[in-house]
């Protein structure tokens, strides 16, 4: 495979990103979509982590933050255009799980997700303790939606433990749907 005329760091975070559309991440995968030999990678990223981390932060680039309307809509918005961001690209999300981007567009994300959350109220302590469970929130959220088992068919063997009383409410682990609902319940416990 013949090099590119030019390699660049950001190059290969997008292909890393185009990877992770058709399956999971692999340094192999990385390479044939940069249209380079895996070792090429390692002059642009000390190892693995840097670049899945470069192309975690990279993900978020196009998440647009919410402008106008109630604080708590605002974060729920948001938190639904991360979760966009990464499940459409399922062989990121275990890397973005397990390792939350901390890269300047993490940092515009979590920074208008905290100046929302003040804006409704919240003490400095409580902004930072719910970004973080927001983090996790939004992460398990993110795992159960690209998870290879169908969360549809798990929720219905749920729904029949629970009975019609609880089976009405169930929303579907992993579904757009129980993320907002997860986030607008965090968002009012940061705010008392």
Same mark, same amino acid.
């Given at each position: 495979?013949?090099?590119?005329?030019?390699?660049?760091?950001?190059?290969?975070?997008?292909?890393?990103?185009?990877?992770?559309?058709?399956?999971? @991440?692999?340094?192999?995968?990385?390479?044939?979509?940069?249209?380079? +030999?895996?070792?090429?990678?390692?002059?642009?990223?000390?190892?693995? =982590? *840097?670049?899945?981390?470069?192309?975690? +932060? @990279?993900?978020? *680039?196009?998440?647009?933050?919410?402008? !106008?309307?109630?604080?708590?809509?605002?974060?729920? $918005?948001?938190?639904?255009?991360?979760?966009? *961001?990464?499940?459409?690209?399922?062989?990121?999300?275990?890397?973005?799980?397990?390792?939350?981007?901390?890269?300047?567009? #993490?940092r515009r994300v979590s920074t208008a997700? =905290?100046?929302? @959350?003040?804006?409704? !109220? =919240?003490?400095?302590?409580?902004?930072? !303790? =719910?970004?973080?469970?927001?983090?996790?929130?939004?992460?398990?959220?993110i795992a159960q939606a690209v998870a290879?088992? +169908?969360?549809?068919?798990?929720?219905? $063997?749920? #729904? $029949?433990?629970?009975?019609?009383? !609880?089976? /009405?409410?169930?929303?579907?682990?992993?579904?757009?749907?129980? @993320?907002?609902?997860?986030?607008?319940?965090?968002?009012?416990?940061?705010? /008392?």
């Amino acid at each position: 495979m013949g090099a590119p005329a030019r390699l660049t760091a950001g190059g290969i975070a997008a292909a890393a990103l185009a990877a992770a559309e058709a399956g999971p @991440l692999t340094m192999r995968a990385v390479a044939q979509q940069a249209g380079c +030999d895996p070792m090429a990678i390692y002059r642009h990223f000390a190892d693995r =982590a *840097a670049l899945f981390d470069a192309a975690s +932060d @990279l993900a978020l *680039a196009d998440v647009e933050i919410p402008e !106008g309307g109630a604080w708590d809509r605002r974060v729920v $918005e948001l938190y639904t255009r991360v979760r966009a *961001a990464v499940v459409h690209r399922p062989g990121l999300a275990p890397e973005f799980v397990a390792r939350p981007p901390l890269g300047p567009n #993490a940092r515009r994300v979590s920074t208008a997700a =905290a100046a929302a @959350l003040r804006e409704g !109220g =919240a003490t400095k302590r409580d902004v930072v !303790g =719910a970004l973080q469970v927001l983090a996790s929130y939004l992460g398990a959220n993110i795992a159960q939606a690209v998870a290879p088992q +169908d969360q549809s068919v798990r929720a219905v $063997e749920v #729904a $029949e433990v629970m009975g019609p009383a !609880g089976a /009405r409410h169930l929303l579907v682990n992993g579904s757009d749907e129980l @993320l907002r609902f997860g986030v607008r319940t965090i968002v009012r416990g940061a705010v /008392r």
